[in-house]
């Protein structure tokens, strides 16, 4: 599978329209508007307290907007709980890795494929023929995600007993686990060292390819960002400076006068 | 590929990878079978030949199996802490005992054993059947009492498991004062004129549970074999859970609850499920202590107490582990009658021991560990049993008499105890989160790994 550009007119995959949120006084977030077309790798960068975790946190259903509508492929995620948004098909790994660490590798993922079963809970407790071949599936999967990642040697092990950077890329298999349409990774990059770093840039671009996914990503790394990503928007203050392809965002002075002058490193720079 | 056809390409895989309806039922139906089986061969092989006290220890050990094991399902596959089990028990214990003691009137005119082979820990007479319609009415008034219980684990779970930690161990801890409070504070006796049963309508049986004073004259229905068999049943679901894509979902929500939301399970509506579970098999469990020989069915035994002894027996097996939950409630309902009688019981407590250190030492990172702690325990039993026992020392030459200590009255110190040394040594509990067929001998573990 390529990932092919989608055409101008398809609809967008993800639709953020004049997002919105105050905390009493303070606005985190001021009109943030962001269309993300199908198999778009999208950056969003900002210093720190831009604003970029309350997106995603309102993306995900932590926070509620005060004003702003968020669609997935048209329908509306606003007043769903994380668990709905996950169904409908948005995904997320966390900042500071969450995964389920005294559970065995195979299960952290295999808990994620179980929002899409349909064998009920009687079904669970007579192990009918239902329950016993979405088993099977779940397992199937797993192992292929797994494989997919490269944690198939690993599926034994507990989760917190995992290196750091196999941990991170758990998450992600994880995540990929619930078959989302959209696929919120905060900060990936965080912690890795710059090996692992040029790893994880193919291995996104990877996975985005082949499971046909829109990626939106909040990453500190100006190298993974820029040479990641097809499109980047910059936050500042909860305002939108900028949106455009890496080289547009590099030479835009507003972005270089909100990181104060410090300098945007080119991509395969560590940071 | 299955990722062309996004949200149902995992049904539609598992629709292809289904097994046959024939081999599907009975891959389900023979644990069911086996637990029946082993519930009979119980009650009917293996009871006539046990003493009474024993076989009374037995079935005391199978209700406290079904309490351990439904509050693991709770405490320790959501990772929620409620400690008011007991409550669910009482809910249990009185619908069932108000359903089979007026029932019984209704029917047979009073309140004595009815029924077949299966049912009492008495002798029966020659040529009674195994089962009869009075064994019926017991199971009928069982599940009404689980399901009662499993109501109310709803209406009480729904509000109070949005809260966590603390907040819901406050919540369950009012729930079951409540509930015995409200069994207390009935004011009329238990009804025992057959002419005065007939007259009252069913609705109203639940008023005659005769209060503080507790409810007596039930028939003791209860056997060796419903105990095993609701035992075995309460473990058979609790394993499946396990298991299975919703019971990791309930581990899910121990381990993260905001990670497993964020995966996409509804964790408020699962923690409501585990709970609902629980209250069932408690209910079930309460209607077996109900009607088992010597209880008086009393609302101050089914008190926080009670709760606590639940909750003690999960944490001691380890949190999460099932058969450690199972080992836990038979070693703490066995502890303090052994510790009754210390000199009558003590060359099987050796026996026991020498054969649990054996089968351990293979389990064990350090092999000499639950050798030394188990040898250590011995010894302290030893001396106890020493200390309690004869008057007169002979130690050869020197012939000393030594002060009796009645052991039996320290009996509770010393279950104390017992519990604070196991928490020493072993704080994650007995097994851990893992159970008894996950443990393998070390080395074999390492050879696999590498």
Known sequence: MTSPTASPSAPPVLNIDHLSIAFGGLRAVTDFSLKLPRNRLHGLIGPNGAGKTTVFNLLTGVYRPTTGTIDLERRSLLGMRPSERARAGLARTFQNIRLFPELSVLDNVRIACHLRTRHTLAGTLWRSALSRGEESAILERSRELLDVLGLLHRERDVAKNLPYGDQRRLEIARALATNPRILLLDEPAAGMNPQEKLGLRTMIRGIRDRFDLTILLIEHDMGVVMGLCERITVLDHGVTITEGTPEEVQKNPKVIEAYLGEPVATGGAHA | ??????????????????????????????????????????????????????????????????????????????????????????????????????????????????????????????????????????????????????????????????????????????????????????????????????????????????????????????????????????????????????????????????????????????????????????????????????????????????????????????????????????????????????????????????????????????????????????????????????????LGVVRFEKAVIDLSSYRMVIYALALILIMIVRPEGLLGVREIWELRPVRSRKAVRR
């Open chain 2, 1 to 394: 590929m299955a990722e062309q056809d996004r949200h149902d390409g995992l049904h539609a895989r598992g629709l292809a990878l289904r097994p046959s309806f024939g081999s599907a039922l009975l891959r389900s139906a023979w644990p069911l079978l086996a637990c029946i089986a082993f519930a009979v061969l119980l009650q009917l092989g293996i009871r006539p030949y046990l003493e009474v006290f024993h076989a009374k220890m037995l079935l005391d050990i199978g209700t406290s199996i079904i309490l351990a094991v439904s509050l693991t399902m709770v405490n320790g596959f959501t990772g929620q802490f409620s400690i008011g089990h007991a409550a669910f028990m009482a809910v249990g214990a009185y619908v069932s005992a108000a359903i089979v003691y007026y029932g019984s009137f209704r029917l047979f005119g009073n309140a004595d054993l009815h029924g077949g082979l299966l049912s009492g820990m008495i002798d029966h007479a020659e040529g009674t059947p195994i089962l009869r319609w009075a064994d019926l009415l017991f199971v009928a008034s069982l599940l009404t009492g689980g399901i009662l219980a499993a109501a109310c684990g709803y209406v009480v779970g729904l509000p109070s498991l949005r809260l966590r930690g603390d907040y819901l161990a406050i919540v369950t801890l009012g729930f079951g004062e409540i509930v015995r409070v409200l069994i207390q504070s009935q004011t009329e006796e238990v009804l025992w004129d057959p002419e005065k049963i007939a007259a009252t309508p069913m609705y109203l049986w639940p008023k005659y549970t005769g209060g503080a004073l507790g409810f007596s004259g039930l028939p003791f229905y209860s056997s060796l074999f419903w105990a095993a068999l609701f035992a075995a049943l309460t473990m058979l679901v609790a394993i499946r859970l396990k298991y299975s894509s919703t019971g990791r979902a309930f581990l899910a929500i121990r381990e993260d609850e905001i990670a497993a939301e964020a995966m996409g399970v509804p964790t408020t509506k699962y923690k409501v499920r585990a709970f609902v579970i629980a209250a069932f098999f408690a209910g079930i469990a309460g209607g077996i202590f109900a009607h088992t020989t010597g209880v008086q069915l009393n609302p101050g035994e089914l008190g926080f107490m009670k709760s606590f002894d639940i909750l003690i027996m999960v944490v001691l097996g380890g949190l999460g582990s099932i058969s450690g939950a199972a080992l836990a409630a038979a070693i703490l309902t066995i502890l303090p009658e052994m510790l009754r009688t210390p000199h009558t019981v003590w060359p099987w407590g050796l026996v026991a021991g020498a054969v649990l250190a054996i089968a351990l030492a293979p389990f064990a990172q350090k092999r000499w560990k639950p050798a030394l702690t188990i040898a250590l325990v011995l010894g302290g039993w030893e001396l106890m049993r020493w200390f309690a026992g004869a008057t007169v020392v002979n």
